[in-house]
């Protein structure tokens, strides 16, 4: 389990902090919180910290997914992040594959965040354009499979 998050906010008391010994965490932040009151509470707890120089105010992901890939020898990695993550992913041009779930049930308003941050009517230009390879029925919902276009 890995937790992006650039100013250790992640709480000493959440579930997935209290289950760390159990279930490995890492938890990506700026390398200059390192040893912080924070950082040390959290690590008394058992999560593994991976202190990454910020860049612009936000963490770089390149450098978090290649630290993951040499220390765990992983090649591919599932993300499941909101908004903001998943934009920053597409924007850094992280993405090789993306599964995207439709649910025949939809639910929010207009102050609901969409899957992706920063694009709007008048700048769909700006978007990542996805190559729809697989499309299948998974129960109620709809899995399509996609790869980002060159």
Known sequence: RVIIDLHLRTPASSKIVQTAHQFPT????????????????LTALGVQLLPIPP?????PLEPVLRELANRFDVSTVLVEGGPGLVTRLFR????NLAWVFIAPLILGDQHAPGIITGV???????????????????????????VPNP
């Open 92 to 95: 850094q041009k992280l993405v």
């Open 55 to 59: 860049h612009n105010s936000e963490l």
């Open 26 to 41: 890492i938890i990506a932040c700026d390398a200059s919180l390192e040893s912080s009151a924070e950082a040390l509470a």
């Open 120 to 146: 709007t009517a008048d700048k769909l230009t700006d978007g990542t354009f996805l190559k729809l390879t697989s499309l299948r029925r998974r129960g109620q919902d709809m899995m399509a499979t996609c």
